[in-house]
């Protein structure tokens, strides 16, 4: 079986749209770990995450990062985990951490990538007055937000939007695009040459 563990810090909308997948048998994988890194974290309440492992593990537990870091590397091997999701984890991991999961771990981000990485990119795609933003599910690679891309997904910018308007409308997307590649990974469907991401379509997957 697929083994996924799902880094997250916050309300847990992403994770939950991946357990419904998986609960439906769209996506056949199973979670063998939930990690966040803040207590008091909603998604480790969520009614998904019944039945799955789920840890808080608080990072100033440790001496530094390196030390957090090698724990987590530790607790990911021994459960054998074949990919790694970011989901709303707002903590960037090491050089080191992503070269022990290359191409093993993934990321959705709230704007079109390259544009308006880091914080609150829904911010600012409305501060920057674009027309469309969207999201985006990539590759971890040692920078930020810079790992080669997978999906994406095109929303709409209203003239009076607030960044909770966009946020939203950007969020219904992500909940589609995000189970979507997770899928594609668990099929063995996607092919990576360089920055160049393929996705293979099911019948070339045949032979
Ligand atoms: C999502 O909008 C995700 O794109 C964003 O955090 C939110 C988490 O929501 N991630 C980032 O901004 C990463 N830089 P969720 O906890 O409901 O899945």
């Known amino acids: ?6 880094f997250a810090s916050g309300r847990g909308s ?3 749209a991946i357990v419904n997948q998986i609960k439906s048998g769209q996506i056949k994988a199973q979670i063998s770990l939930l990690i966040s890194d803040k207590e008091d974290a909603p998604v480790l ?3 998904e995450a019944e039945g799955i492992e789920s840890l808080f593990i608080d990072p ?3 001496n530094n990062q390196t030390a957090y870091e090698n724990y987590l590397i530790k607790l990911l091997q021994k459960a054998e985990i074949d990919l790694i999701v970011l989901a709303g984890y707002m903590r960037i991991l090491s050089p080191v951490f992503v070269s022990q999961f290359k191409n093993k771990i993934i990321n959705i981000h709230p704007a079109l990538l390259p544009a308006f990485k880091g914080l609150h990119a829904q911010q600012q795609a409305v501060d920057y007055g674009v027309k469309y933003s969207g999201c985006t599910v990539h590759f971890v690679d040692q920078g930020m937000d810079t790992g080669p891309i997978i999906l994406q997904a095109v929303v709409e910018v209203k003239a009076d939007d607030s960044a909770a308007d966009l946020a939203a409308r950007i969020l219904v997307e992500e909940h589609r695009i ?6 594609f990974l668990t099929e063995n469907r996607i092919k990576i040459t360089g920055r160049k991401v ?3 379509k099911e019948e070339e997957n045949l032979g």
Do not use: D, G, Q, T
């Open 14 to 16: 992403n994770f939950a």
């Open 178 to 183: 995000y189970p979507a590649a997770v899928k």
């Open 60 to 62: 100033a537990s440790f």
């Open 45 to 47: 309440n969520r009614p």
């Open 1 to 6: 079986m697929f083994k996924i563990a799902i």
């Open 198 to 200: 393929k996705i293979i």
